[in-house]
């Protein structure tokens, strides 16, 4: 794989099929089905003047870590991140949704301010809604104030499932200190 070169592929999931593209620095994209791997090219090219490539192994240790996940064998991903696309604000606040873990959850303006902007919630709100590598960056472990659901890129309803899938809405969930 060359230093400017990403492959390309699905990844079976219970929402249906998520387009992922990984390269030498790491996972750079993970989308929900509402994005196929031509439009997820397209994006990838344009914005980091990037070959891209389809898949020839190369997502099958994420393809295991997602089936895993959703199984309920894995609590954290533990695939590389490629920021590329990326801003230093929306990394400082998906570098603190990153760290909430499985089962927890923060609110928006926590994670505005482990981001280092305690007055930033809807900032941060709009940083999640642009998460690009869904899933490994867990934004929908995070809950408007007072534990309401909240908005979700993804859709309210994966919110909801994935939330479910982690015991968040058990008795017990854990709040959590990103």
Known sequence: MGPSEFHLGNLDTPFGPMAAAIGRSGLVRLAYPEQDLDSLSEELSLALSARMAMDEGQLDELRRQVDDYFAGRLRRFRTRIDWSLIGPFARRVLGATAAIPYGGYLSYG?????AGSPRGARA?????GSNPIALVIPCHRVLASGGAIGGYGGGIERKRMLLELEGTFAPGAARARA
């Open 110 to 114: 926590e994670v505005a301010a482990e």
């Open 124 to 128: 941060a709100g709009n940083a999640l």
